[in-house]
């Protein structure tokens, strides 16, 4: 359901960048409305670039406290995860790049 509402909303928000490039393009002049065109339709390319070059980071925070003190137990099993804090054990949470994180 949240995910329906989300997916609605960028609808929403869509057709109104849409029509804000429309307004733009008739209302000052077309070529600023062909620049904003071809910044939306590079702004997803220039995204998953971005999202790609990024590094990837790990979630050490603690389901339990909150602090980030999680850690593997033992760095060769990717499943399980231990709290420095308060002693959080989950022998089945998965968490990426924990070991990256030290
Ligand atoms: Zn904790």
Not at 68 to 88: F, K, Q
């Amino acid at each position: 359901m949240r995910t329906y509402l989300r997916g609605l909303l960028m609808v929403f928000t869509w057709i109104a960048v849409a029509g804000g490039v429309v307004w733009v393009a008739v209302k000052w002049s077309s070529a600023i409305g062909g620049v904003l065109c071809v910044a939306a339709m590079l702004i997803p390319f220039a995204y998953i670039l971005v999202c790609t070059l990024y590094p990837s980071w790990g979630d050490t925070k603690c389901p339990r406290c909150g602090k980030p003190a999680l850690r593997r137990p033992d760095s060769a099993n990717p499943v399980g995860v231990v709290c420095d804090a308060c002693g959080y054990e989950d022998p089945e949470l998965y968490r990426a790049y924990l070991n990256e994180m030290r």
